[in-house]
């Protein structure tokens, strides 16, 4: 006889604005979720990492990345479901999905999409910064190192050496 989970929620309210957010700007992790992942939990094949066990009271923690596009990966973090498992009790207990911040913003305001990826209206400029970066680094093949003098190659080594010390003392200045 199979053994069937109840899934519950810590703060059922605020996880579902965040599931809707999910939802809403990366339909196919909300997909797996939906449709893979919970009836998964509920028949009892946890998946995801196992961050923690408590032996005593039988509770097991796991961590679910969900699958997402890699530049939103880079740009706000994995897709991942915090949940608890009461194996006592047979209860999934589902506490929360990370990145908190944009799914929580996603929820309260619409957010903008810039290259397929939503962009935060707290730090817009930052988040367009990353996906540019990290769209120019994969249509160059990162600087083309391959094809670049060593001259100048040398030179930006330097440059970087010399600006990272430059922002380091003048932190280490501003604490002491």
């Known amino acids: 006889m199979k053994t069937n989970y109840i899934i519950e929620y810590v703060n059922e309210n605020e996880f579902r604005k965040k599931e809707r957010a999910v939802k809403k700007y990366n ?3 909300y997909k797996k979720l939906l449709f893979d992942y919970y009836p998964s939990l509920r028949e009892g094949n946890f998946q995801g ?4 066990s408590n032996e005593k009271d039988m509770i097991d923690k796991y961590e679910l990345t969900l699958p997402t596009d890699k530049t939103f990966t880079m740009v706000h973090g994995n897709i991942t479901l915090h949940y608890s498992v009461y194996l ?7 506490e929360t999905l990370t990145p908190e911040e944009i799914l929580t913003e996603g929820h309260q305001k619409e957010l903008t999409t810039y290259k ?3 962009v935060s209206k707290s730090h817009k400029d ?3 910064f ?3 970066l990290l769209n120019s680094m994969n249509k160059n093949g990162f600087f083309k190192l391959k094809n670049m003098p060593m001259w100048l190659f040398i030179t930006l080594l330097v440059v970087f050496i010399a600006v990272v010390v430059f922002i380091t003392s003048k932190i280490i200045l501003k604490i002491a």
């Open 88 to 94: 006592e009790q047979k209860i999934v207990m589902l």
């Open 27 to 29: 339909m196919l992790a």
């Open 116 to 118: 397929g990826v939503m």
């Open 130 to 132: 990353k996906i540019n």
């Open 49 to 52: 990492v196992l961050v923690s």
């Open 126 to 128: 930052l988040d367009m």
